[in-house]
């Protein structure tokens, strides 16, 4: 079955960096679009960035410039370096797949059970 298996959450002060990862099995990761949820304490589940199957890449407005959402076909994992981070990108992030990626940015097919990240000011 399909198993989706983030880390690389953490505590890190503000303007500091962190790699989220994403380990996937059990489908044909080369043929799903890919992408990173967030969820922060009392809002809403949103979408941080995706990949499609031929790289194409979409960010939430407020991420552009600071995040990058990359897919290794190879290792069959997806990964999301966040730098500058803010306060306001605290939340659980979850890996999430899709064999057609037309619902992005409000809910995908498979989901990660989630990595913590908290930005301190």
């Known amino acids: 079955q399909v198993q989706l298996v983030e880390s690389g959450g953490g505590s890190v002060q503000s303007g500091g960096s962190l790699r989220l990862s994403c380990a996937a099995s059990?489908?044909?990761?080369?043929?799903?679009?890919m992408a990173w949820f967030r969820q922060a304490p009392g809002k809403e589940r949103e979408g941080v960035a995706v990949?499609?199957?031929?790289?194409?890449?979409i960010y939430k407005d407020s991420v552009k410039g600071r995040f990058t959402i990359s897919k290794d076909n190879a290792k069959n994992t997806l990964y999301l370096q966040m730098n500058s981070l803010k306060p306001e990108d605290t939340a659980m992030y979850y890996c999430?797949?899709?064999?057609?990626?037309?619902?992005?940015?409000?809910?995908?097919?498979?989901w990660g059970q989630g990595t913590q990240v908290t930005v301190s000011s």
């Open positions: 999430a797949a899709d064999p057609w990626g037309g619902t992005w940015p409000t809910d995908f097919s498979y």
């Open positions: 059990g489908f044909t990761y080369s043929s799903y679009c």
């Open positions: 990949v499609d199957t031929d790289g194409n890449t």
